[in-house]
């Protein structure tokens, strides 16, 4: 009888095994928005907003409380997202400046991107919206893996004339496969979601790459005229941020609808993520976005600035409406992609784990047992490290509050599991901790830095 059993278990393996290797590889959109802030979503909290396409996103996928972005700010975000790779490892750890100020910025050609490894792999790839990753040719998204290319290469623009939205002198932006486009007047994510649809419907017999790197709710706040009047009655800058969440909210669910009329939904892997936390600057009449109890906002390494709504959706094949506590980061999309969609991952470095198995069991443990972060190369870059419950932030920001650090708070140590807030430094009464931490990160930058010697990345 033992016997039997025995070889019925095999069988049943060995089909699961056959299934698993026949089952379709699937197309893969890619959603990561712009400055959202950790909780503006209703299913991660946010009680004034409207945002039911993006909670059910959630609802047919997997919601994660613990993801953090790869960076506090826009560009490295990004590398860290397409390469795998922490942003100081990938050679890109701050923004890319304005070509006027240094031509040839950006993501170094030598790093593998996402697009490229699925590429390489027989995916078609496209990306549409922001790049943010440099704007000479090599370095443009045609340059870096993507066979289409449409939107702007710098950091924001205003929605309606597609001009660089900071400081002059004033730039138009806004390309299609490298070649400068002209809309005059027309609502930037209206045309994000017409390229959108364009490219799924062309790519509908293929399988396809698509990362849809939408600007909003990045300033300029140009939410549309029915959401300004049914936030009218909150309080600014909040009803100017929250009409463009849920302006954000129905383009995405235009789309999503362009994949259920299609029939693609079921073979289509969407992955959700904000780049980093909400914004306080001036253009961005000085916050509107919701970090609840995390602190800290855009540019710091508290919670506030990198702990990022995040979902992973594919209905039939991964569980639906769960939620993952696990540390989960930014980096871990790369890994998590080529296994899902069985292509090679790069031959270099990652620090990026797939999370697979977490994703398809609430008991699997984060793969992380150790995260870094850093802004800049200087000595006085803002840099972070959590081990389990334990982080450590040297030179830190809090542009929400920046009055409330002190000179003694360049080193700010905290115990998550008894502060998320961070509003205690307990960095003096644990010094054994603090070493400890320090250490972690000295060592983790002594091997980058030798790595990017190596490389030539000019450290």
């Known amino acids: 009888m033992m016997k039997i059993i025995s070889i019925l278990l095999y069988l049943l393996m060995a089909a699961s095994v056959v299934m698993a290797q026949n089952q379709p590889r699937p197309n893969v959109l890619l959603i990561f ?181 939408v600007n909003v709710p990045h300033y300029p706040y140009q939410g549309t005229p029915e959401w300004l009047k049914t936030y009218a009655d909150l309080p600014s800058p909040r009803k100017e941020y929250a009409a463009f969440v849920s302006t954000m909210d129905d383009k995405i669910g235009e789309v999503m609808a362009k994949l259920d009329e299609l029939g693609l939904r079921e073979n289509t892997l969407v992955i959700f993520q904000s780049d980093h936390g909400h914004s306080c600057e001036e253009r961005a009449f000085f916050g509107g976005g919701n970090a609840g109890p995390y602190r800290g906002a855009k540019f710091s390494l508290f919670e506030g600035g990198i702990r990022v709504p995040a979902i992973a959706s594919w209905p039939g094949t991964l569980p639906e409406g769960e939620v993952r506590d696990q540390m989960a980061m930014g980096v871990d999309w790369l890994p998590t992609v080529a296994e899902l969609c069985k292509v090679s991952e790069p031959q270099t470095v990652l620090d990026g784990k797939s999370l697979v198995p977490m994703i398809k069991d609430a008991s699997v443990a984060s793969p992380h047992e150790v995260a870094h972060w850093q802004i800049g190369r200087g000595e006085n870059s803002q840099w972070a490290v959590r081990q389990g419950d334990w982080k450590l932030i040297g030179h830190p920001r809090d542009p929400a509050q920046p009055e409330s650090l002190l000179a003694s708070d360049s080193l700010f140590l905290s115990n998550l599991k008894q502060d998320v807030s961070e509003s205690t430094n307990l960095a003096s009464e644990n010094p054994e901790k603090l070493l400890e931490l320090q250490q972690l990160y000295e060592t983790w930058l002594d091997e980058i830095q030798q790595e990017n010697q190596l490389r030539n990345y000019g450290q």
């Not at 996928?61 to 960076?71: E, N």
């Not at 045309?191 to 490219?199: A, P």
């Open 33 to 213: 928005t712009d400055d959202q802030g950790s909780l503006d979503m209703n299913c991660y909290g946010s009680e004034d907003l409207q945002t039911p396409h993006m909670d059910a996103l959630a609802a047919s996928g997997v919601r994660f409380t613990q993801f953090y972005a790869a960076a506090p700010v826009c560009s490295p975000s990004r590398a860290g997202l397409l390469t795998g790779r922490t942003p100081l490892r990938a050679g890109l750890p701050g923004n890319v400046p304005l070509p006027i100020h240094q031509e040839g910025a950006g993501l170094p050609t030598e790093e593998v991107t996402m697009a490229e490894m699925l590429k390489e792999g027989g995916y078609k790839t496209g990306h549409v919206g922001k790049w943010h990753l440099g704007h000479s040719p090599e370095k443009q998204p045609n340059g870096q893996g993507f066979d289409y290319s449409f939107g702007h290469l710098v950091g924001c623009i205003d929605n309606y004339s597609h001009y660089f939205y900071w400081s002059g002198p004033n730039r138009h932006d806004l390309w299609r496969n490298g070649e400068e486009v002209f809309y005059p007047g027309q609502f930037f994510p209206d045309l994000m979601v017409n390229e959108v649809n364009q490219f799924l419907e062309e790519s509908q017999d293929t399988t396809f790459f698509l990362y849809w790197a």
